[in-house]
Every structure is written in structure tokens, then in C-alpha cells.
């Protein structure tokens, strides 16, 4: 499965990368919301997009809400959300986004969330040892 990374920290795009590409993902990585749009116009491949909820130029939530038309294809998207916006969740989840996670987060949650993504694309291949589990009931504890 093709995924993309949006996020404008070098940091966390690259633990992203690393732990994908270490799962057998092929990888697109985007430092901003117009190179996230650039290369989802470009590859038709991407599935799933990881995208930062504060990317400049373009942020991650007007990227789901335009994912969502269709035009692009059916691409997952998980948005990730900075801790100091939990309030912001049920904001981005119902309207936009398939998913979400909270910074910090680790191999764990994002093996979950890939999950969530591969059984609503039908896609066969799991990570290794990720249990898939709805994420969609912790909404309302964490706002």
C-alpha cells in the first residue's frame, strides 16, 4: 500500500517514514499542504495519507475535506493532531478525516490507525502484531 506523510517537522515525517517503509510501505513524504496536493494529483497509487492538522500553505483538515469529493480517488486519510488540540477532534474526524492521532503517539497507534485504513480499503496486509480496533468510541472521552 502507498502512503503519504505530510507534515512540516522533519522530525516526526521522518520516524513516520522510517517505521512504514521499516513495515514494507512505499512512502511519499510532503513538507507542506501544496506538495501533499502535488503529489496526490501525481500518484494515484497513495491510499493513505497521513496529514498534519497544522501544515503550512494548505492545512490538513482543508486536505481531507477535499479528499473527500472523490476526485482524487478513495485515499484513507488520518489526521494528526497536536496535543494542545484534543478539542478540535470531533471538528476534524466527523466532517473530514477517516482518523486521527494525537501527538506524541507511537508504533502502536499508528499500527492501529493502518489498520482501521487497510480494512476500510479492503486491503489484505496487515503490520505485523497491530490489532485493529474502531478508535471512533475514544472521541468523546478525549473532548
Keep these: 500500500m502507498h502512503i503519504l506523510i505530510a507534515d512540516d517537522d522533519g522530525f516526526y515525517r521522518g520516524l513516520l517514514e522510517e517505521f512504514l517503509k521499516e513495515w514494507q510501505f512505499q512512502v511519499t ?34 486536505i481531507c475535506r477535499r479528499l473527500k469529493n472523490g476526485r482524487y480517488g478513495d485515499i484513507y486519510t488520518i489526521l494528526v493532531i497536536g496535543n494542545r488540540f484534543k ?3 470531533m471538528k476534524a474526524v466527523t466532517p473530514a478525516a477517516d482518523d486521527y492521532l494525537t501527538k506524541p503517539f507511537g508504533p502502536r497507534e499508528l499500527k492501529i490507525g ?23 468510541s475514544e472521541i468523546g472521552s478525549l473532548v
Design 29 to 62: 513524504t510532503a513538507r507542506d499542504g501544496a506538495e501533499a496536493m502535488q503529489a496526490i494529483r501525481q500518484d494515484r497509487t497513495i491510499r493513505l495519507a497521513i496529514l498534519n492538522w497544522m501544515l503550512p500553505v494548505l492545512d490538513g483538515y482543508e
Design 87 to 89: 478539542g478540535e477532534i
Design 114 to 136: 493502518i489498520c482501521n485504513a487497510m480494512g476500510a480499503l479492503h486491503v489484505g496486509r496487515r503490520p505485523e502484531d497491530a490489532k485493529p480496533r474502531d478508535r471512533r
